[in-house]
Nanobody
Framework: VQLQASGGGLVQDGGSLRLSCTAPFTLDYYGIGWFRQAPGKEREGVSCISSSGSSAYYSDSVKGRFTVSRDNAKNTVYLQLNGLKPEDTAVYYC??????????????????WGQGTQVTVSS
């Protein structure tokens, strides 16, 4: 069982993208995390959102530029990426877990993962 991340692409410095995360099962009861991995670097947490959408956290590197949201009626979680920078270039992954979102939750807490979508920001 995998999540499906989509919406990546090639954009210029300062551009925007909206990533989507869906699943073949209901995401209503899961917190969702977004992670990214750049070439030669470890995967890092970017954002997470609680199952209800009432709590969300961001890494310092994206705070104020990225926004996570969810539409449980559409079984979809979104990550809006604004003010993109070349250093945001990475494969972005979404993950689902039965988590308590009171901080940026680490990847070991998630049970299900997507295959990733490539985001490339040109300078």
């Amino acid at each position: 069982v995998q999540l499906q991340a989509s919406g990546g692409g090639l954009v210029q410095d300062g551009g925007s993208l909206r990533l989507s995360c869906t699943a073949p099962f209901t995401l209503d009861y899961y917190g969702i995390g977004w992670f990214r991995q750049a070439p030669g670097k470890e995967r890092e947490g970017v954002s997470c959102i609680s199952s209800s959408g009432s709590s969300a956290y961001y890494s310092d590197s994206v705070k104020g530029r990225f926004t996570v949201s969810r539409d449980n009626a559409k079984n979809t979680v979104y990550l809006q990426l604004n003010g993109l920078k070349p250093e945001d270039t990475a494969v972005y992954y979404c993950a689902a877990g039965t988590i308590v979102v009171d901080t940026l939750v680490g990847e070991s807490e998630y049970q299900y993962w997507g295959q990733g979508t490539q985001v490339t920001v040109s300078s």
